[in-house]
């Protein structure tokens, strides 16, 4: 059976309750975690949201098992409220589905990814210059 990628996102995508740039804002203010998982060169390209965690795509799980050995500081229990954040919303849901395959059961993505937030004029920097 062969299976698509628009399958495999619906796949990823359900159950996650994916906010919007502003219901992201606001969860961040009460607590939750932005995730960079972004290239280096797309952020350089882009540009960043100040505050977010960059841990690229490939390390991601081992950084955010809070059982891991190669976690980061920040990934301290099952109930951290991740939301992970690509260029556009698309690897983001799939990250974030992987995580909840950890038990980090509260991990979405951010709905539209950076370029929904830039839009959305929240706050951003370029890698040189610092906040716009």
Request: a negative charge; glycine letters at 10%; aromatic letters at 6%.
């Amino acid at each position: 059976m062969v299976t698509t990628v628009d399958e495999l996102l619906a796949r990823a995508r359900a159950g996650l309750d994916r906010p919007g740039p502003e219901q992201a804002w606001a969860a961040v203010t009460a607590g939750a975690r932005l995730v960079d998982i972004r290239p280096a060169a797309q952020r350089a390209r882009e540009g960043e949201i100040p505050g977010a965690l960059v841990i690229e795509r490939n390390v991601l799980e081992w950084r955010l098992d809070p059982t891991g050995s190669h976690r980061i500081a920040e990934a301290t229990g099952y109930d951290v409220h991740w939301i992970v954040v690509c260029s556009e919303g698309y690897a983001s849901s799939f990250a974030a589905a992987s995580l909840r395959e950890l038990g980090l059961f509260r991990a979405t993505d951010l709905d539209g990814g950076f370029v929904a937030w830039a839009a959305a004029g929240l706050p951003t920097r370029s890698v040189d210059q610092g906040l716009r």
